[in-house]
Nanobody, 118 residues
Framework: QVQLVESGGGLVQAGGSLRLSCAASGPTFISYTVGWFRQAPGRERAFVAAVDRSARSTAYADSVKSRFTISRDNAKNTVYLQMNSLKPEDAAVYFC???????????WGQGTQVTVSS
């Protein structure tokens, strides 16, 4: 069993930056692919980024490429999402997820709110 806890959300002006963290419990975390998803009000949850267990491979949604960077520190059981040049349309609840794959993931965090003011 893996528990995921997100942090780092908040209110930021358009063009600003935030770094989200996903802290995991459980010894098997390092064997999982980890992803970030987001859900805005009235919209379906959408894929944002993912990193494989070795951190050698990453993937991004087209809408965030070149602005967001996903990384992981397996020694700290933590995955990060660095978000730069934030836009109002990036506002959403951001969820961390983990699993053998993320299609679908086996575990979800509770989410952290990101608000971007224009």
């Amino acid at each position: 069993q893996v528990q995921l806890v997100e942090s780092g959300g908040g209110l930021v002006q358009a063009g600003g930056s935030l770094r989200l963290s996903c802290a995991a419990s459980g010894p098997t975390f390092i064997s999982y692919t980890v992803g970030w998803f987001r859900q805005a009000p009235g919209r379906e949850r959408a894929f944002v980024a993912a990193v494989d267990r070795s951190a050698r491979s990453t993937a991004y949604a087209d809408s965030v490429k070149s602005r967001f960077t996903i990384s992981r520190d397996n020694a700290k059981n933590t995955v990060y999402l660095q978000m730069n040049s934030l836009k109002p349309e990036d506002a959403a609840v951001y969820f961390c997820a983990a699993g053998a794959t993320i299609s679908p993931p086996d575990y979800w965090g509770q989410g952290t709110q990101v608000t971007v003011s224009s």
